[in-house]
């Protein structure tokens, strides 16, 4: 379990120069518990987690630019396990609350009666003073108990739940202690490195390679020196080992129901029927796994001409592919002709239109807003239409090359540009879009992404569209959880799909664009048919709409309707579409079933 040289081993700060030699000089060390021993390991904890504080992007290398200035940053390391023991026992108190309450009604309940049995109430004391009901009590007194001690079992996950998050950290504080040990011995003090681990040993007595850095500690500091774990730590393992047997006797004799937040627990504590349901649920998580590396290596592409240039392994991930020739260049063409709208009457991000960076604005344009501006005349049908099918057919290639049989839902689908602004554009040291992840909230410190909002959880796929090549920077990049570390790059072009799943195994960001304008359709899609976009479906109703119109008699049956009839280049006929909006009107139906008010989205 232990990670010997936890979170930061594949860390670029834990192979750089800076752990090599100390941060600060040994002298200024006075003892554990002193405010300079604090910092020091804060120093240490942060540098080990928080290089990337100092590297906004990847490739920025500080030392030329700013002082790194790691101890500013705040993680959960920094917080000495004494403070998370405060947290802890008030925490449990907290539970026992309810407790008291009940114990102290039984108590006065019991006053009063007689030890021995016979005793005869009369019809007028209440039930909660009837003597000869008070053992029935015992049973819901039982079940209390046992709330209170599931309560405090929950406890843990408080303290490791970062300020403003809702998911707490795995295996807190096993890995807290990993690191410290880590730490200490980073620093030279193997006795307080020594103690951590024995700490840690007792979470996971078996974990092999903590023992051998027991090994490699007990002759360090001479095998006479007597190493033994924090105390605090030996209370809180044994106290909770007891919680736990309690509980799951419970959940064995009393069908209550137990969610252990600790991956810890021994297994021999664990009741032999949750035991196999806990195996059953890892046989179908690698069984799922298998079926995504299976499915990784082919996949039946369903249109003609699409090639696979890049897959996972060659962008050194999981779930990543890169498609070509998804598009032609007249339908680039095409829908490079309904970005200009975007940048007229589009809806930006989040109604802003520098959401990432002053340098460049974005213009974004939904699939709904495309079909409400084609009716309005704005833009052509032909082109709005095109939107819409160059999203579908994305959505099959990716749905039949990573989820085949498992339908995939629209979740959002987003036409963007981003233009570099004019000058403003010497010594960019932005990105276009910041390392992200698209269905967790990106945490390089502490090398997680919680799956919780505002992330857009739901999301299961994402996929980019490229439109053109015409610009400067822009390149999509791949990067490990660190978020500096990159391992892919891809490079835009027409007709480029690039596709990956929307988890944390795929934080991604984009270069500056220094110069011109890069186009894509931003498209993410989702096996929950309760989050499919709902825009989309509206934006489908209005082309059935018109659709249906042209096929009524004297309707116009040339405009947009056949894409294969008309190149980009061809001339264009004055478009139907610049009639009012009322005469295009399919007659009964309610033209307030489509609002005009867009929405802006949020996309990160
Ligand atoms: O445009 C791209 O290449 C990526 C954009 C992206 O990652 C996003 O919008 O979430
Ligand atoms: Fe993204």
Redesign the pocket.
């Known amino acids: 379990m232990s990670r010997g040289a936890p979170v930061c081993q594949h860390h670029p700060a834990c192979s750089s120069e800076v752990l090599g030699r100390p941060l600060v000089s040994p002298t200024l060390m006075e003892g554990p518990g002193s405010v300079l021993h604090r910092k020091h390991m804060r120093l240490v904890c942060s540098t080990m987690m928080q290089m990337s504080t100092c590297r906004p992007w990847p490739g920025w290398r500080s030392h030329s630019q700013r002082p790194c200035q790691p101890w500013k940053s705040v993680v959960p390391c920094v917080k000495g396990l004494g403070r998370m023991r405060m947290r802890r026992r008030k925490c449990s108190l907290a539970c026992m609350k309810p407790l008291q309450v009940v114990l102290e009604a039984w108590r006065i309940g019991w006053e009063g009666c007689p030890p021995h049995t016979g005793h005869i109430p009369s019809p007028s004391t209440p039930v909660w003073k009837r003597c000869d009901l008070l053992p029935f009590l015992l049973l819901p007194l039982a079940a209390h108990y046992i709330q209170v001690l599931k309560c405090r079992q929950q406890c843990v996950l408080e303290i490791a739940t970062k300020p403003g998050r809702i998911s707490a950290t795995e295996d807190f504080i096993p890995s807290h202690l990993d690191l410290l040990q880590f730490a200490y011995s980073q620093v030279g003090n193997q006795t307080l490195a020594a103690e951590c681990a024995a700490s840690y040993l007792l979470f996971y007595p078996t974990d092999e390679p903590m023992l051998e850095k027991m090994k490699e500690y007990r002759t360090e500091l001479g095998e006479d020196t007597a190493v033994t774990a924090r105390q605090s730590i030996q209370h809180y393992v044994q106290r909770s080992l007891m919680e736990k047997k309690l509980i799951y006797y419970a959940v064995e004799h009393l069908g209550e129901t137990f969610n252990d937040p600790d991956l810890w627990t021994p297994d021999e504590l664990i009741p032999e029927n949750l035991k196999q349901k806990h195996r059953e649920d890892q046989e179908k998580q690698k069984r799922e796994t298998l079926d995504v590396e299976e499915r990784e290596k082919r996949g039946p592409l369903p249109f003609e001409g699409i090639v696979v240039t890049m897959d996972s392994q060659q962008m050194n991930g999981t779930q990543r592919v890169v498609f070509d020739r998804v598009l032609t260049e007249s339908e680039c063409k095409d829908l490079l002709r309904l970005t200009k709208a975007a940048g007229e009457a589009g809806d930006g991000y989040r109604a802003r239109r520098s959401p990432h960076t002053p340098h460049e604005r974005f213009e974004g344009l939904t699939v709904l807003k495309a079909m409400q501006l084609a009716q309005n005349g704005d833009v052509e049908w032909r082109d709005a239409k095109l939107l819409l099918q160059a999203s579908e057919k994305s959505r099959k290639i990716i749905e039949s090359y990573f989820t085949p049989g498992k339908k995939l839902h629209f979740s959002f689908t987003h036409l963007v540009c981003r233009r570099a602004v004019d000058g403003e554009q010497e010594g960019r040291m932005d990105l276009s ?1 910041p390392v ?1 992840a ?1 269905n967790c909230l990106l945490d390089p410190e502490g090398q997680e992404c919680w799956k919780e909002p505002p992330a857009y959880v739901y999301r299961d796929y ?1 996929g ?1 569209l490229y439109l053109n090549d015409d610009f400067q920077g822009g390149g ?1 990049f791949f990067t490990e959880m660190d978020s500096v570390t990159v391992t892919a790059e891809v490079r ?1 072009k027409c007709g480029r799909l690039v596709a990956f799943s929307s988890g944390k195994e795929n934080p ?1 960001g ?1 270069w500056a664009v220094s110069r011109g304008r890069r186009c ?1 359709i ?1 498209l993410w899609y989702t096996h929950s048919q309760e989050h499919a976009e709902q825009d989309r479906v509206k934006a489908e109703e209005l082309m059935e709409q018109r659709a249906a119109e042209q096929d009524q008699p004297g309707g116009d049956k040339h405009q947009g309707t056949d894409r294969r009839s008309r190149s980009s280049s061809a001339p264009r006929a004055p478009s139907r579409a610049s009639k009012p909006a009322e005469q295009r009107q399919k007659p009964g139906v309610d033209r307030e079933q489509h609002p005009t008010v867009l929405r802006a989205r949020d ?2």
Request: hydrophobic residues 45%.
């Open positions: 879009h992200h698209d994402s980019i999509l835009p991604h984009v894509a931003a996309e990160f």
